[in-house]
């Protein structure tokens, strides 16, 4: 069987002793968990997959070429997410409480990492030699899960809509958007990772255990 006949069977690999607690903890957003493995990521050959990877790899050579800071900017997103968004915050006279930033960290990695080790998507580079392209990220330091859905984007969705208001809301939206375009621009996520980011992010904001939790009824009031 030629090399790209297996390419279907290429997935991440297992998780990492320290993932394992969220991976079987019980956790009050488990009933998302069955509903959304129905949304399957495109197939490893498909031509779908293979359009995504050329576009990644395009925008991974326009970021190496470019000499205005942007590899900086999405490297720190990558390693320090959380002084990035507290920090982006903050330059905008804004702020966000520490105790309920970590109770959505953590409800945000549980989602993600049950979902991330269900599909054991491959990373965009564990794919591309099979495609002959040239997608060479700046280093594969802090991928240390698949990316489906990408874990750094559903949490700055969920910082937008948990701690924004009506005054607030575009600052917390652009800063998301850039969360988006470093994924992309870093070559660590298929722009399909990031659609179905949004939508378990949808699913997330929409569960009645998670709108109490964070009183997102009383805030609309």
Known sequence: MSKVGNINDIVFGNPLHAQSYALSEIHYLDTLYEPLQRYAFPANS???TKRELNLLAARLRKLLADEDGVLTSAMSIHFHLDNYLYDEVARHGLAMDYKTYQELSLDCLNVALKLKYYFKRPRPYQLASYYNL???P?????????????FHYLKSLLVMHVFSDPPSYNVYKQIA????NSRLDLGYNYPSDLKFSEMVFNKMIRHKGFRDKYELDKKML
């Open 46 to 48: 498909s031509e779908e």
């Open 177 to 180: 958007t850039n969360v988006f």
């Open 138 to 150: 700046e280093t594969t330091d802090g991928i240390d899960s698949p990316g489906y859905p990408c």
């Open 134 to 136: 040239a997608l060479f």
